[in-house]
């Protein structure tokens, strides 16, 4: 199985602050990897797929990138609305796993 | 516009099965797979499969395989997810997404909460 290296699992910050949050995996997935957004209670909502792909409708503030198995998922000037729970998930050759995911808090 | 409808909160006893509904709308039914993940209570997120709607076919997570099945009804564009053996640890948030393969999953269900408990 392909093993997600999501860090760090929680991430302190104000509004307004630039954010980074990282995930590894353990094999190529090439760049088949997206990002959610989790707020209590609710679903999964998709950010960023194949990487680097904005969902339609999700702030340019976002952002994710690659390099080799290693990729990103970028907040540019934090919102109040963006403190929540994020998880990388990859979808390579039928194989799915999720990162363990990143609390951004306040 | 795409909807995933789940069924509603179940509370079961150890050792039991629990089946779980997840009815698609608003797109072509046969043409997405439909996966299921779930969210044990204060943990990430859990998947468990996924299922070909056109055929049937499904494929499962190594811990899942045995103890869980999936089918679809494409009559009513509905899938259905069933658990077997249920234990404390089965208790959590069961949730159906709707993928395509560029963009993996990209809408869900609203979640179903299966309690485990005697």
């Known amino acids: 199985d392909i093993q997600m290296t999501q860090s760090p699992s929680t991430l302190s910050a104000s509004v307004g602050d630039n954010v980074t949050i990282t995930c590894r995996a353990s094999?190529?997935?090439?760049?088949?990897l997206s990002w959610f957004q989790q707020r209590p209670g609710k679903p999964p909502t998709l950010l960023i797929y194949?990487?680097?792909s904005l969902q339609t409708g999700v702030p340019s503030r976002f952002s994710g990138s690659r390099s080799g198995t290693e990729f990103t998922l970028t907040i540019r000037g934090l919102q109040p609305d963006d403190f929540a729970t994020y998880y990388c998930h990859q979808y390579y050759l039928h194989s799915y796993t999720f990162g363990q995911g990143t609390r951004l808090e306040i | 516009q795409v909807q995933l409808v789940q069924s509603g909160a179940e509370v079961k006893k150890p050792g039991a099965s629990v089946r779980i509904s997840c009815k698609a709308s608003g797109y072509t039914f046969s043409d997405f797979y439909i996966h299921w993940v779930r969210q044990a209570p204060g943990q990430g997120l859990e998947w468990m499969g996924f299922i070909k709607p056109s055929g049937g076919d499904t494929t499962f997570a190594q811990q899942f395989q045995g103890r869980v099945s999936m089918t679809r009804d494409t009559s009513t564009n509905t899938v259905y997810m069933e658990v077997r053996g249920l234990t404390s640890e089965d208790t959590a948030v069961y949730y159906c997404g709707r993928s395509t393969a560029v963009t993996g999953t990209g809408h869900w269900g609203q979640g179903t909460l299966v309690t485990v408990s005697s």
């Open positions: 194949q990487a680097s």
């Open positions: 094999q190529t997935i090439s760049s088949w």
